[in-house]
T-cell receptor
Framework: DVKVTQSSRYLVKRTGEKVFLECVQDMDHENMFWYRQDPGLGLRLIYF???????EKGDIPEGYSVSREKKERFSLILESASTNQTSMYLC???????????????FGSGTRLTVV | KNEVEQSPQNLTAQEGEFITINCSYSVGISALHWLQQHPGGGIVSLFMLSSGKKKHGRLIATINIQEKHSSLHITASHPRDSAVYIC????????????????FGSGTKLNVKP
């Protein structure tokens, strides 16, 4: 069964910590995405990557960075976690050329991050 | 103001009821998606619409491009339909990489009671 796996289901971190959220896909997809989901705001795109070592800012990249050293792995990094980064983080991947169309995207189950 | 507005935010129904979730948007779109998110968090695509109506099992999705409105209907609802339903609109974005930009509704949380 093909899937997108996020390394942690729940995380609690302290303000100022450096946080790594890991996402691995086994579908050989070129495109990978990181979203955050907050009540009342819906999903918002943080970063996406369309190839190894390539990245593009989404709608809310401030306070985040990403790393894609291998095709199957896309990491989201919070350089210095803050309480306003408490959220559900969702990773997704899709085929090349789909441009992120959800019909062809596969999502992970999410990481609920709490920053205290 | 959000580009995509969904209503209602929360919906409780009895098993067997007919359910309607509404989505209105304010931007020009190339397509509209209805997504389902179960309590486990993963999101799956139910429909992609650019015009008219689509049906899949007990689910029906319609879109009116002129009125910028879409509805998701569930006939004969069942407890396993309990989930968050999300409307997402796709806006084509130019550039060297033809990445589609999406705007998302905040979701409708549906609870179907047996």
């Amino acid at each position: 069964d093909v899937k997108v796996t996020q390394s942690s289901r729940y995380l609690v971190k302290r303000t100022g910590e450096k946080v790594f959220l890991e996402c691995v896909q086994d579908m050989d997809h070129e495109n990978m995405f990181w979203y955050r989901q907050d009540p009342g705001l819906g999903l918002r795109l943080i970063y996406f990557s369309y190839d190894v070592k390539m990245k593009e800012k989404g709608d809310i990249p401030e306070g985040y960075s990403v790393s894609r050293e291998k095709k199957e792995r896309f990491s989201l990094i919070l350089e210095s976690a803050s309480t306003n980064q408490t959220s559900m983080y969702l990773c997704a991947s899709s085929l090349p050329g789909q441009g992120g169309s959800f019909t062809f995207a596969t999502f992970g189950s999410g990481t609920r991050l709490t920053v205290v | 103001k959000n580009e995509v507005e969904q209503s209602p935010q929360n919906l409780t129904a009895q098993e067997g009821e007919f359910i309607t979730i509404n989505c209105s948007y304010s931007v020009g779109i190339s397509a509209l998606h209805w997504l389902q998110q179960h309590p486990g968090g993963g999101i799956v695509s139910l429909f992609m619409l650019s015009s008219g109506k689509k049906k899949h099992g007990r689910l029906i999705a319609t879109i009116n491009i002129q009125e910028k409105h879409s509805s998701l209907h569930i006939t004969a609802s069942h407890p396993r339909d309990s989930a968050v339903y999300i409307c997402a609109v796709r806006v084509r974005q130019g550039g060297a990489y033809n990445f589609n930009k999406f705007y998302f509704g905040s979701g409708t949380k549906l609870n179907v009671k047996p």
